[in-house]
């Protein structure tokens, strides 16, 4: 059990039913009309799994978040931690303002979509201010940052690079996660969530 963070295809994505999303995605696109923008319907089908293709993505979100956010509360202004981690759905679409949808999601009453490009933007400055290495998997088809900060290669890594990352494996972790997670949903077009 615990938290995932996984992509999404479009069967799941506009799917009636307990695994389907198809309220959200009615509701992100009649928000997404409303300012003025072309509605998201280009979501790809859910790729098959082969390790290391960076076609899908899941990680387990282990490690406690305080110190995380400590270090947003320390760099960031307060919309852009609310940016960075006050979402259930991240899309490939660039919006200016969160979307809050009257749909109840897996943790909330309702469902905050925010746009992977504006916290792409964020985490990117949050992994230049811990200099995370460029030794952080990139493709996390099947919990590659969740192993790599917890089996002991990021342990190995900060042996022979230390540096600001490595003095809280856990704020690098959730850095990496948010980096991972918006650069997947903008390189694949497909939405992540938590499940």
């Known amino acids: 059990m615990g938290i995932y963070l996984v ?41 098959e799994f082969v390790r290391g293709s960076g076609g899908s993505f899941e990680e387990k979100l282990v490690p406690s978040m305080d110190r ?4 947003c509360e320390a760099h960031l202004l307060d919309e852009d931690t609310e940016t ?10 660039s919006l200016d303002e969160k979307i809050e949808l009257p749909v109840e999601s897996s943790y909330s009453d309702t469902t905050v979509i925010a746009g992977a490009p504006q ?18 998997p990139e493709m996390c088809d ?26 809280y494996p856990d ?14 949903s903008l390189r694949r077009g497909c939405p992540m969530v938590y499940s």
């Open 142 to 167: 099947n919990l590659d940052l969740t192993n790599w900060f917890l089996d002991g290669a990021a342990e190995e890594l900060s042996a022979t690079a230390p540096g600001p990352w490595s003095e």
């Open 7 to 47: 992509d999404v295809g479009a069967e799941e994505w506009f799917g009636e039913g307990e695994e389907g999303r198809a309220e959200i995605a009615a509701g992100l696109n009649a928000e997404l009309v409303r300012r003025g923008l072309s509605p998201y319907e280009s979501v790809p089908v859910a790729a």
């Open 68 to 71: 995380f956010i400590e270090l």
């Open 171 to 184: 704020v690098s972790f959730y850095v990496a996660l948010y980096l991972r997670a918006a650069q997947h």
């Open 84 to 93: 960075l981690c006050g979402w259930q759905v991240l899309v490939p679409v």
């Open 119 to 136: 916290v792409l933007a964020i985490a990117e400055k949050l992994a230049a201010e811990i200099a995370l290495p460029p030794e952080v």
